[in-house]
């Protein structure tokens, strides 16, 4: 069992074009969501989905975009990447939302954006 | 003000010795609580979970809740250089976990 896995594992970006992260889960978990991590400001939500055909935007959603067509996969899309979206970005995974939820974390995705 | 606030550190504590680790959280409602390890370019890995309030042992890790001072800590009992890496405390509220900037252990052997 591979648990989550994203793509890439680092990219370089110019400034301006569009970007799209890979998330895939084998759990079979309901919930799916992507974080940002940045020095000094830990980890902050993006957009969340709670199950498959629905999402929401997080703390940090501007600039980003998500769909979730599937259960599986929960790609992220930066249309017109600026430089401050420089960052680790982190998918994470939970069987279901909810008051005793456990999220699991991919292993991430380094993104320069020049 | 973030939601989730955590001694700043870093911390250093020589091998054996006790590692204390304090995080407060803001938001009243929020329901669970959660403890990350994060090693330098990994990914956060779940090491301790709490919901009630009291303490919660699991092996050389105790987590303690203090809902009404809005308080949580966790304590690494005979630290070990493993033990070295960054820690996030987590709060869930509306199912949305809001996590601390983190505290860097280091283990001194």
């Known amino acids: 069992i591979a648990g989550i896995t994203q793509a890439p594992t680092s990219q370089i970006l110019a400034a301006g074009r569009r970007m799209t992260l890979r998330c895939t889960q084998d759990?079979?978990?309901?919930?799916m969501y992507w974080y940002r991590q940045d020095l000094g400001l830990g980890l902050r939500l993006i957009h969340y989905?709670?199950?498959?055909?629905?999402?929401g935007k997080g703390e940090v959603p501007d600039g980003y975009s998500v769909s979730r067509a599937n259960t599986d996969d929960f790609p992220l899309t930066l249309a017109s990447a600026v430089p401050s979206q420089t960052s680790v970005y982190f998918c994470?995974?939970?069987?279901?939302?909810?008051?005793?939820?456990?999220?699991?974390f991919g292993p991430g995705t380094r993104l320069t954006v020049l | 003000q973030k939601e989730v606030e955590q001694n700043s550190g870093p911390l250093s504590v020589p091998e054996g010795a006790i590692a204390s680790l304090n995080c407060t959280y803001s938001?009243?409602?929020?329901?669970?609580f959660f403890w990350y390890r994060q090693y330098s370019g990994k990914s956060p890995e779940l090491i301790m979970f709490?919901?009630?309030?009291g303490d919660k042992e699991d092996g050389r890790f105790t987590a303690q809740l203090n809902k009404a001072s809005q308080y949580v800590s966790l304590l690494i009992r005979d630290s070990q250089p493993s033990d070295s890496a960054t820690y996030l405390c987590?709060?869930?509220?509306?199912?949305?976990?809001?996590f601390g900037a983190g505290t860097t252990v280091t283990v001194r052997a």
């Open positions: 994470a995974s939970s069987a279901n939302p909810g008051v005793r939820d456990t999220q699991y």
């Open positions: 759990m079979r978990h309901n919930a």
């Open positions: 989905s709670n199950t498959a055909g629905t999402t």
């Open positions: 938001d009243r409602g929020s329901q669970s």
């Open positions: 709490i919901y009630s309030n």
């Open positions: 987590a709060a869930l509220n509306d199912y949305k976990l809001s």
